[in-house]
C-alpha cells in the first residue's frame, strides 16, 4: 500500500514539471533589439529627409570618423548676391573599402561664415552654445563603401555681430550686405580635430569653398 502512494506521489510530481512553462531567452531577446534597422545601412542619405529608425539623441564618443576615411566637399554656386542667402550643398562620402559607421549630428554644427581677410559675415564675444531640443537630431548610419551622406545649409552674405550687453546677454547685430569680393566660406562640421594654432586642444573641423560676392 506503502508503495503504491508513493508511486502516485512521484507521477503527480512528474506532471506538475511538464506542466511549468519555459521562460523565454533572453539573448534571443537583446541580439534581436541590438540589430541596427537595415534601413541606416546603405549608401545614400539625406541628413535632411532622415529616416525616425536611424535618429538619436546624442552622437558617440567615438563619432568623429577619419578624414582619409571620409570626404567632405561642399557644392555652391561660385557666385553670391550682397544681402542674400544661398543654399550649400555638403557631400560627405565614405572612401575607404570598408563599410563606415557614421554619426550626422544637425544640432550642434553647421554653422557657415564667410571672410576675405578683412570682412568677415559673423564676428562674436559671446560663447557658443549648442541647443538641443526633445527630439533626436544625430543621424546614425552604417554608410558603404563610396556612399553619401548630404546635408544642405544656407551661407547668408551679410555682416552680423553678436556682442554682450550690460546685462551679459547676448544680443545680435546686422552691419548690412558682404562687401563684394571673393571671400572663403567655411562650413563648421559636427567633428573635432587638433588645433595647429593651439597645440592640444580642439577646434571644429571645417571644409571651405571660394564664393564671389557681388553687389
Known amino acids: 500500500m506503502r508503495s503504491s502512494l508513493l508511486g502516485l506521489v512521484i507521477s503527480a510530481g512528474l ?7 519555459t521562460p523565454p531567452v533572453a539573448a534571443t531577446t537583446l541580439s534581436s533589439a541590438s540589430a541596427a534597422p537595415e534601413s541606416c545601412k546603405g549608401a545614400q542619405f539625406d541628413a535632411d529627409d532622415a529616416d525616425p529608425h536611424c535618429l538619436r539623441h546624442h552622437p558617440s564618443s ?6 582619409s576615411a571620409l570626404k567632405v566637399t561642399v557644392h555652391a554656386d ?3 548676391k550682397s544681402g542674400h542667402d544661398a543654399v550649400l550643398v555638403v557631400e560627405m562620402r565614405n572612401v575607404s573599402p570598408a563599410p563606415l559607421a557614421l554619426d550626422v549630428d544637425s544640432a550642434c554644427a553647421w554653422d557657415v561664415t564667410a571672410t ?8 562674436s564675444d559671446c560663447g557658443g552654445i549648442c541647443g538641443r531640443g526633445e527630439e533626436p537630431s544625430v543621424l546614425h548610419v552604417t554608410l558603404d563603401p563610396d ?3 548630404v546635408k544642405r545649409v544656407h551661407f547668408y552674405a551679410v555682416q552680423k555681430r553678436v556682442i554682450t550687453n550690460a546685462h551679459e546677454q547676448c544680443e545680435e547685430h546686422s552691419a548690412g550686405g558682404l562687401p563684394p569680393g571673393r571671400y572663403t566660406v567655411s562650413v563648421a562640421l559636427p567633428w573635432s580635430e587638433p588645433s595647429k594654432e593651439h ?4 577646434v571644429a573641423r571645417t571644409v571651405d569653398v571660394p564664393v564671389t560676392v557681388t553687389p
Open 15 to 21: 506532471v506538475a514539471c511538464a506542466s511549468t512553462p
Open 62 to 67: 567615438d563619432a568623429a570618423p577619419s578624414p
Open 78 to 80: 561660385s557666385v553670391a
Open 116 to 123: 576675405d581677410g578683412v570682412h568677415n559675415s559673423f564676428e
Open 147 to 149: 556612399g553619401v551622406v
Open 199 to 202: 597645440p592640444g586642444s580642439l
